[in-house]
């Protein structure tokens, strides 16, 4: 029913991510031309044109410098427990999406249980629709890509652009999609932006050209994570996006015998100076916890499972988890409210 509805709506045009279009080199998406100005990025020393995403209020780019410290589960994680926040004033539940940027790396679809998923549909505008599942909407370049095999995820596709073409489908990415529930309806409270790691064409192309409310940088404790984390910061400042705070991830783990946390990537000293000298904020301090890992391999984020069905396998370890993820989502909420 919902389906049939859609489909009347819709255009579905055919958007063939094929070889034809990744040669298009100011169309990576291959979506349909759309009259309006076309977001440029600024030539150096020349006025910077930041922009809002169309229908949605708060952008927050969840960062690292590092690639593996479990930015994306963070990232998903994040959205669902700002998803389930009902703040007083806005009467109602906060409406979530999640961008995935990480063109080279995309792992939201998996992230989601979402990588068989056909093409995102278009609009009758020509703009992208997202991907919904566990009722919270999605885009990526995961999405775009085409399938491998009848089995194989798509992201095994490996895309082989460089520079400009990069620059111009995160402009699509950021500018093209129709956040609005079947492309009508009230938009997004939030977009929650997965950001690839690292300081790269990406991370300028966002802090240039869109307005971003807030960041947050993820790391875990190891030093070399820690030397990145300096930089990422100073690269936000540098675009003037606020940073809202960092997060230590894989901090410690509490095996099922015993109640002592074990620092198995060493002290989270270091971090927590490191956080200090450069007057950031440390929102929250996550554990290990297997069932974090098996829920993202399954596509179901681990703030979705019930409390039940993870205390067999991750006693207290669980429980933190998800409690720090929701109080970080209330300080998430509040810091972009208070923009
Ligand atoms: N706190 C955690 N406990 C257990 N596994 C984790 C935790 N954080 C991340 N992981 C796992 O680490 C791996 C990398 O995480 P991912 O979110 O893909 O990192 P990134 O986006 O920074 O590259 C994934 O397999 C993920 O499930
Ligand atoms: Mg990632």
Known sequence: MLVTKLT???VLRSRAFSVIHALQHD???????RPGPVPQIPRRGGP???????????VLAVASGKGGVGKSTIAVNLAFSLAMLKPQL????????VLDLDIFGPSVPTLMGLQHTDEPPLTSAGAILPII????????MGYLLPKSGPTAPREDAA??????????????????????DGGEGPGLDVLVVDMPPGTGDVQLTLGQLVVVDGAVIVST???????DVRRGIS?????SVPIIGTILNQSYFVCSSCTTPHYLFGSPTAFHTVAKSLDVPVLGELPLVKGVSVGGDNGVPYVLTSSKEQAEDDSANGAAWRNIMQEMAGTVWQALEGE
Not at 235 to 239: D, G, Q, S, T
């Open 235 to 239: 690269m936000f400042r540098k675009v």
């Open 221 to 227: 404790p190891q030093d070399v994570a820690l030397t």
């Open 133 to 140: 599942n566990h009722g919270l909407p999605t885009m990526s």
């Open 27 to 33: 169309n990576p998406l291959g979506l349909p031309r």
């Open 159 to 180: 895309v082989v652009w460089r520079g400009l073409m990069v620059q111009k489908a995160v402009q699509q990415l950021l500018f093209d999609v129709d956040w609005r």
């Open 90 to 97: 806005l009467g109602r539940r906060v409406r979530v999406g």
């Open 8 to 10: 009347q709506r819709l």
């Open 48 to 58: 910077i044109q930041k922009r809002p995403i169309p229908h949605v209020k708060k």
